[in-house]
């Protein structure tokens, strides 16, 4: 259930029943010939699947993340992460006012997960909420399905690759890209590091067949609802 | 042209034909018996409609901005000043990195009217960048548009009333609603301004016919189109 | 009443009469020939004396406002937009402390205007305070009265142009200022604004006679002191 | 020279031809029977007095400084420390922009000497200007003065009693007022002070006669007229 | 070679001939029966004794980190996200002003990791430095060792306790602790997770024979110099 | 009693029998031929030393002080002052919350003296907790032992060499040193101060004999250990 699809007094009701809510969150960035939009889509895609039949409400997107290492890619955005910190802060505290106060944050993109840190804090000011940080891609199960189709599953390559990321335009190169040297790349200033990793794919296949794809999609999914369904503490309503 | 539709190296195509790109910023909010997205969903979709024609990237839609009057509707998200401007900051100083020096904000939401001043700032700072604040909703033509259809066109009322903000599952009252006494609506307290202003319409009709309101719409997208064709400055490539 | 005219014993038994107080905010900027204080001294003078029959206390004026586009005329101060909203926090946080809970800054300068919506944060923070921004000169009445004398009244021609904002070594020019393309100056860097603005002023007569002004600076005054009267909500004292 | 008597082309004359200025910075807070605003009053004055035959250009005092130790009395405004650095450091940056690189900063309130450490920040980061606090009541021949009147010159006694800041409703207590325990009010909370401080003078004789008075201001002009002398170190012009 | 043993004359040489230098970070916060500052001692000491024979500076450890979790204990202290951002800002811009371009932040405490976020932040604003963020205890050698002697090696279990770690008032317990509920701890408030878990002990063995712990302490030492002397990128002096 | 002695369950006992702790807080600068930590160590044990007969805990020394004016001497580290606010803020949140409410800052560098300033605004906020900054090395006692030793005892020369500050292979110079131009450098960028300045010593003698350095020295420590028993105000415990 979309916050976009209910008005205030449908949150009012809500909120008096089931104080979870759903907070997406991705990033603009490099992700080879693929959309610059990956993790926005699919943290919104993912959340929002794995909601529905829960009747959760899930929040809109936050479309933009930290990706510092990626600024020499055009068309990259990146905040500082006191930005996405004071960005947090605010939304949940908002949320928190309407009556929320299990708040699962679903991120799509590696360079958020400052994010969690910020979870834990809050929690400790507020004392009264609860905020987990759900990194879909690399939850358990999705990660054990991952290494099951391929044993690199990683950023911009075909693990990031659907049906809803891919541009017509810009058909997948066709086998395998060596590993860059991540070690290297992890060091090195963003413009170095763009010279080292070229397109942008950290290695593997760029593309497998739809089928695996979306046996992929479909883990992520239902760990995703999982996720949304607990665990979660026992709370009083402030 | 929508950024999820492109990829870095489109990208960077584009900006080395074109410096200007589209940014467009809501609100979640109450509206009534509308859509708590109705500033974002207004936003980004004038943006993009009103850009596509020309060409010129339109990148994803902030959808949270500031309005602390409106919290004591479940469901509002607020960010405080220092947070919206801090977001701003980051994202444009990364347009500017990628190229984009003459940046339209399509602004959806009245309270957000700060990131004008924030532009100006920016301006001022970098020296080499143009940045406008274009309201949409009450541009001139579009104001006038909206005056000839009812003298009253305001928040959460018929102005803001598209097939694509409303919900199925919660029609329009009938009729008009009196005006509420706005200067005390202002003057006080969140909890006590919903006392005063109930469902949250600030006056008139809920809805009109939607010829009416397409009208109104299609001006909203050729003032926004044109104010994205100009005026610009000339500026040297940083 | 200035509290500058009052020792501490005295602002404790006027808040326990009437808790309104006036706080003055103007800019340091260029003003074509005039005082590059205009702001300043408007803003202050206004509230002096809106507020002396009311016996409510005015707080010393800030005199450093937001005015990023005025940057390359030489003697103007602008703050960052975070600067002064920290600052209205601390001092609103101030006089609330003392017990005064309807607080009216009366404001000199268009380009402070974020300060209504902080007032707005503020007003939803502390849930017991009433904020009021009145922009002195563009307040209906006195916006009336400028059209009625001469239909442009404007950034540094004869609006702001009163026997204590002039310098007697700078005489205003003779005649009008044609108007400069204000669309342009608003998309320009402020170096290429003051190319296009020349002396500052944004067109029209650089002064009007005296009875005129004099006639406009009292409807300010009186509109002004409606202002402070009302309308307050009924609030408890914290 | 106050900046309120000069208009934007007077400043870009005058910083050709000397490129020091004059900042006055005070504190609206208790002072015992004496205007709030005493510190305000002097810092503005003194810096005024001094200036005047030097032809250099004071800009408008900046009313509000630190002091959360008297917060306890009514009419006291206090800034957080972050606060009034913030405040420092774009007026700073401005007056450098308009080409002011000598830059004394008059103090008139003890508690704001965290502006000290900023100017030296300021200086570092910059690396082209010089700034300098004055802090005028006790700089050493104003000290001295202070002692050889009487041994007790402190905050809101006679050495800070002149006919600019006293109020006419409200006469000084005869005779001296025994030292309170200074050690036991710094370590107290604001309350807590109040209760062993009482009226807020830190003892000693609410007034002396006005001939002393006046000598000892008479030496605090020329100190700080000194001050604003040198030394300067050569600084190119940026 | 820790700095305490240079002067400012020893860097300026040290800096002439190797850019490299080590900065520790720790976290005083309760370690179960074992010091509160485990987290300081460790990544001070591995520092200090991996940088020794190769000669780089190894600045004072920050012993103060990120750890709102376990504010319910007494004793611990936890510094906001943007406290512990800003420290590391302005220190990483001193080592660069120094000319120390190539910096190991070895850290000792898994709540730090936004740390590494930052780094990458500070490459991509500077541009010419390269920062790595060494965990010391889960470096992959490191990481492997602890599981070769225990399975479980977690937060104030065995793998923290060393000879200069442990109390000799407060002997370890006998025996294994029972693996808590960690998925409960992390979603719950720091009042309700001490509840869960006790003296603080993640669980598995408070304590090893020495032999097995000096080992772990050797591959650590041994990984961490294996760390400071590269990878690094070439890097133009500033 | 060095809070790295203790664990949480010896803090819970002893914050239930006595209140008070100790924060020490250092400075890493040129010290001429001392070590770049002089502050840092002094500080430190100080602090140490006081406290131990007293049974009162010291939290680890802050290493990091501001110190903007030394930044042309390698090896120097300088917090901006919002940066050391932020961290003295967060450090005494998590005091008060372990229970302490009476805290002693022993500072060892009078460029952090704004601490002193913040303890009073927390002291207001809070209106729980008492903070009092002791600069150990100029409070009363201890800098009338220092001038009864040698007339000039200042930055880096004698007053500050101790067997535990020195260097073995960095010999004091022999002699006394000119006093250089304090106004001067005071006036002047980081880069001409060190000019002015040489090796880094504020003037006189590099070195005494050790009787008279350790007199001062256990003049400093007895003093310090005054200041941990009081005075104290009474306060409730939160």
Chains 1, 2, 3, 4, 5, 6 share one sequence.
């Not at 603009?28 to 993790?39: F, P, T």
Request: aromatic share 8%; glycine share 8%.
């Amino acid at each position: 259930m979309m916050i976009s699809d209910m008005n205030w007094m449908d949150v009012e009701r809500q909120v008096a029943r089931d104080t979870r809510c759903v907070l997406p969150i991705g990033s603009v960035e490099q992700h080879a010939q693929l959309s610059l939009c990956v993790d926005v889509i699919n943290s919104e895609r993912v959340a929002r699947e794995a909601a529905e039949p829960l009747g959760v409400p899930v929040y809109p997107v936050i479309p933009y993340g930290m990706t510092p290492y990626f600024t020499a890619y055009p068309g990259t955005v990146t905040l500082r992460i006191e930005t996405l910190m004071a960005l947090m802060r605010d939304i949940i505290a908002s949320l928190r006012r309407t009556g929320f106060n299990r708040i699962l944050i679903v991120n799509g993109h590696g360079g958020n997960s400052a994010v969690g840190a910020l979870g834990q804090e809050l929690m400790a000011d507020y004392g009264d909420i609860s905020i987990r940080l759900h990194n879909w891609w690399n939850a358990p199960l999705t990660a054990a399905k991952t290494r099951e189709i391929h044993p690199i599953g990683t950023h911009a390559n075909w693990m990031e690759n659907f049906p809803w990321t891919r541009l017509a335009h810009a058909p997948a190169p066709e086998g395998e890209k060596p590993a860059p040297d991540m070690a290297a790349i992890r060091a090195a200033t963003p413009q170095k590091a763009r010279e080292i990793l070229g397109d942008g794919n950290f290695g593997g296949p760029w593309q497998v067949d739809d089928e695996a794809a979306l046996e992929l999609w479909k883990t992520g999914v239902e760990e995703t609802r999982a996720a949304i369904e607990g665990p979660w503490p026992e709370l009083e309503r402030s």
